[in-house]
C-alpha cells in the first residue's frame, strides 16, 4: 500500500486543469465516496494493528494533499476568470451606468401595503377607465353630486352610458363586493384621477390606498384601532391619532383622521400649521346602501371603509413640498431615495 501512496502523491503533484468540469471529474476520481483515495482507506482497515500504525499517517498525507490541490486548480481557475472578466471590452460605454432607485411613492406604497397585509388585508385591483356604478352610483352618489360635475371628473364618453377615470379607488372596492360574499378584507392601491389645477399642493392625477372590511359585528372601534395600529406603524409608536366627525356619501358616520404632526412632535410648526395635527385620510362605517346595492345583507353585515392618498403620506415621511417633483422623473430627486430602495 505504502507504493501506492506513494504513485498517487506523484500522479497528483502533475495534476492540471483548463476547466471548472475538469476540476470536478478529479475530485470524484480522487476524493468521492467511490473515488481512488477513498478505496484506500477501505482496504485500510483490513490491516492488522501494526500496518495500519504504519501507514495512517502517510494515508490521511496523501488525501490532504489531494484535496489541498484540487482546491489550489480551482481557485487559479477562478482567479483567471476574473481577469479575463476585468479585461477591457470595447463595447462598454464610456462611464459606467448609475442605477436607478425606486420611486418614493412606490416605497410608501409597498409599506403601506404591507403594514395592512401584517393585519389580514390582501390586495385587490381594477380599471381606471370606469363606469358611472362603479365610481359612483354604487356608492351611494347622489344624481346631483359635485363629483359628477365636468370639473372635477375627466368623463371620456357621456352617452348612452358615462365612462370616465375613476376619481378614487373606491369603485374596486365596489366590484369586489359583486363578486364576493363577507367576509371581505382588501385594500385597494392604484392611480386616481380628478380635474383639478396643477400646482405644489395638487395634480391631476395621484395614488391612493382604500380599505374594506366586511363581516358580522364589525364596529367603529375595530375601525379605530386598525388605524391607530398603522399610523403607529407607518410614523412611530409615539403617534397619537384623533377622529373628526365628516362626511362622505358611502360612509356612515364618516371621520377624518389627524395623526400628531411627525415634524414638530405635535408641538406646532408650519407644516401642520401651528395645530400639532396632520389630516391623513378619511374613514367610516360602509353606508347600508351600499352594502345593498352591491348585493349585501346589509341587515347581517357591517363594515368600515377607509381610504388615503400616497403622496401624502409621502409627504409627512420625506418632507417633499411640491407636488409636481412625483412626475417630473428628475434623476436629482429620485436619486435621494436610494437609501430608502435598500
Known amino acids: 500500500m505504502i507504493d501506492k501512496i506513494q504513485t498517487l502523491t506523484e500522479e497528483i503533484k502533475n495534476l492540471s486543469a483548463t476547466l471548472p468540469e475538469q476540476v470536478e471529474e478529479l475530485r470524484i476520481k480522487y476524493l468521492s465516496k467511490k473515488g481512488i483515495i477513498s478505496a484506500l482507506f477501505n482496504d485500510f482497515r483490513a490491516l492488522s494493528p501494526e500496518e495500519k500504525r504504519q501507514l495512517g499517517q502517510p494515508l490521511n498525507i496523501l488525501k490532504n494533499f489531494a484535496t489541498e490541490k484540487i482546491n489550489s486548480l480551482r481557485e487559479n481557475l477562478s482567479a483567471s476568470a476574473s481577469d479575463d472578466s476585468a479585461a477591457l471590452d470595447l463595447s462598454r460605454t464610456e462611464t459606467p451606468l448609475p442605477l436607478g432607485s425606486r420611486h418614493p411613492l412606490s416605497i410608501v406604497k409597498n409599506e403601506i401595503c404591507d403594514i395592512f397585509a401584517r393585519m389580514g388585508f390582501s390586495i385587490a ?53 359583486e363578486k364576493a360574499q363577507p ?27 382604500e380599505g374594506l372590511y366586511i363581516d358580522r359585528n364589525v364596529s367603529f372601534a375595530d375601525l379605530k384601532q386598525v388605524l391607530l395600529t398603522f399610523a403607529r406603524e407607518m410614523f412611530g409608536p409615539q403617534t397619537q391619532i384623533r377622529l373628526r366627525p365628516s362626511y362622505f356619501p358611502f360612509t356612515e358616520p364618516s371621520a377624518e383622521m389627524d395623526i400628531s404632526c411627525n415634524i414638530c412632535g405635535g408641538k406646532g410648526c408650519a407644516f401642520c400649521k401651528g395645530t400639532g395635527w396632520v389630516e391623513i385620510l378619511g374613514c367610516g362605517m360602509v353606508d347600508p346602501n351600499v352594502l345593498d346595492a352591491c348585493g349585501i345583507d346589509s341587515k347581517e353585515y357591517t363594515g368600515y371603509a377607509f381610504g388615503m392618498g400616497i403622496e401624502r403620506i409621502t409627504n409627512l415621511k420625506y418632507r417633499v413640498k411640491d407636488l409636481r417633483m412625483f412626475s417630473e422623473n428628475d434623476v436629482r430627486f429620485l436619486s435621494e431615495f436610494e437609501a430608502a430602495k435598500r
Do not use: K
Open 125 to 177: 385591483e381594477g380599471p381606471e377607465i370606469e363606469d358611472d356604478w362603479h365610481v359612483f352610483s354604487s356608492l351611494n352618489f347622489a344624481a346631483d353630486h359635485p363629483a359628477r360635475d365636468m370639473q372635477d371628473t375627466f368623463f371620456i364618453a357621456r352617452n348612452p352610458a358615462d365612462v370616465l377615470l375613476r376619481t378614487h379607488t373606491s369603485s374596486v372596492q365596489t366590484r369586489v363586493m
Open 183 to 209: 367576509p371581505v378584507r382588501i385594500i385597494c392601491p392604484g392611480r386616481v384621477y380628478r380635474n383639478e389645477a396643477i400646482s405644489a399642493r395638487a395634480h391631476c392625477f395621484f395614488h391612493q390606498v
